[in-house]
């Protein structure tokens, strides 16, 4: 059964960091690609980033250079670095293994408030 756990949302103060995982299983993590997307209140899922097999990634705009995706697979794990973050980034986060992110976790909020 396919499963992703998504861990290290909080309350941050703008332009602080945060590190968010995403434990995998069920499928095949090392060959897969996977993204990370996330859901402001009131809007719909928003694509922000993907890594492929090869380790190459992709950004939203307004998250490049700010936000870095990474992948441990012996660890089966993914990850979203953070940083400088805004309170337009307040959200829930997904792993998911695909852009739509209709194969998603249950997430991890994330909310930045002074």
């Known amino acids: 059964e396919l499963q992703l756990v998504e861990s290290g949302g909080g309350l941050v103060q703008p332009g602080g960091s945060l590190r968010l995982s995403c434990a995998a299983s069920?499928?095949?993590?090392?060959?897969?690609?996977m993204y990370w997307v996330r859901q402001a209140p009131g809007k719909g899922l928003e694509w922000l980033s993907t890594?492929?097999?090869?380790?190459?990634?992709a950004y939203l705009h307004s998250v490049e250079g700010r936000f870095t995706i990474s992948r441990d697979n012996p660890k089966n794990t993914l990850y979203l670095q953070m940083t400088r973050l805004k309170p337009d980034d307040t959200a829930i986060y997904y792993c998911a293994r695909d852009r739509a992110g209709t194969s998603r976790g249950r997430g991890t909020q994330v909310t930045v408030s002074s």
């Open positions: 890594i492929d097999i090869a380790e190459g990634t």
């Open positions: 069920g499928f095949p993590f090392s060959t897969s690609w």
